[in-house]
C-alpha cells in the first residue's frame, strides 16, 4: 500500500494524559499537513512541513500541541495534558508540488482520538 | 477561518436523481477543489477546476467557477448509493476546507 497510513487508527485515553500519533506519507511527497475534524464540521489546518521544516502552524494548535517530521519523512503529533475538547479525528495529508504544479492533497484514515 | 463554505449542509435525493451542491469563497483563488469524505475516512480527491476555466467534467461530475461570484458547484448526475458522503470544496490558499455539504442518497 504506498497511501498515506496514520497510526493508530483509535485512541482512547484518559484526560491529563499525553497522546503522540503518527503519518506516514507517501514517499515521494515532500509537504505534509496535519488537521483536526470533530464531527459535522469540515477539516480544520492545523499545521504542514515541507521536508523537515515546519511553515505553519495555526492558531488552533495550543502549546500543549507539538508536531516534528525530523527526517522529512513520517511526522509525529502530539498532545500533552489531553482535554476532553480534544477528541476528534486527526487527519494527515501528503502532497507533492514540486512535482505536481497543482496541489492536490492525498488523506490518511485519520486517528480517532476519544478523551475520556 | 474557513476560506470555503458548502451549500446547502445537507441533502437527500433519490438514486437516479442529480446532486448539486455549491460552494462559496472569500478571496481571489488560483484553482478550487472538491473532495469527498466517506463516513470515518479521510477524504478522497475528486475534481479540481482552475481559475481561468468556467466549466469542468470528469465522469459523472461537473464542476463551474464562477470567479466574479466567488463560487462554485459541484454537479453529481445520476446519482448512486455509493456517492453518499460529505463533499467538501477548497482552495488553493493553505487548502482550508469548509464545513463540507452531508449528501444522502435515498435507494
Known amino acids: 500500500d504506498t497511501g498515506v497510513s496514520q497510526d493508530p487508527r483509535h485512541k482512547i485515553t484518559k484526560r491529563g494524559q499525553n497522546v503522540t500519533f503518527r503519518c506516514d506519507p507517501i514517499s515521494e511527497h515532500n509537504r505534509l499537513y496535519w488537521y483536526r475534524q470533530t464531527l459535522g464540521q469540515g477539516p480544520e489546518f492545523l499545521t504542514y512541513?515541507?521536508?523537515?521544516?515546519?511553515?505553519?502552524k495555526s492558531r488552533l494548535l495550543s502549546d500543549r500541541f507539538s508536531a516534528e517530521r525530523p527526517k522529512g519523512s513520517f511526522s509525529t503529533l502530539e498532545i500533552q495534558r489531553t482535554e476532553q475538547g480534544d477528541s476528534a479525528m486527526y487527519l494527515c495529508a501528503s502532497s507533492s508540488p514540486d512535482r505536481d504544479p497543482i496541489e492536490k492533497l492525498f488523506f490518511g484514515s485519520g486517528t480517532q482520538l476519544s478523551v475520556l | 477561518s474557513q476560506q470555503g463554505e458548502e451549500d446547502p449542509q445537507a441533502l437527500s435525493i433519490q438514486e437516479g436523481e442529480n446532486a448539486t451542491m455549491n460552494c462559496s469563497y472569500k478571496?481571489?483563488?488560483?484553482?478550487l477543489q472538491w473532495y469527498r469524505q466517506n463516513s470515518g475516512r479521510g477524504l478522497v480527491h475528486l475534481i479540481l477546476i482552475r481559475s481561468n476555466e468556467r466549466e469542468k467534467h470528469s465522469g459523472r461530475l461537473r464542476v463551474t467557477l464562477d470567479t466574479s461570484k466567488k463560487s462554485s458547484s459541484l454537479l453529481i448526475t445520476a446519482s448512486r448509493a455509493a456517492d453518499t458522503a460529505s463533499y467538501f470544496c477548497?482552495?488553493?490558499?493553505?487548502?482550508?476546507f469548509g464545513k463540507g455539504t452531508r449528501l444522502h442518497i435515498l435507494p
Open positions: 478571496t481571489s483563488i488560483n484553482n
Open positions: 512541513f515541507q521536508n523537515e521544516a515546519q511553515l505553519e
Open positions: 477548497a482552495t488553493d490558499d493553505k487548502i482550508i
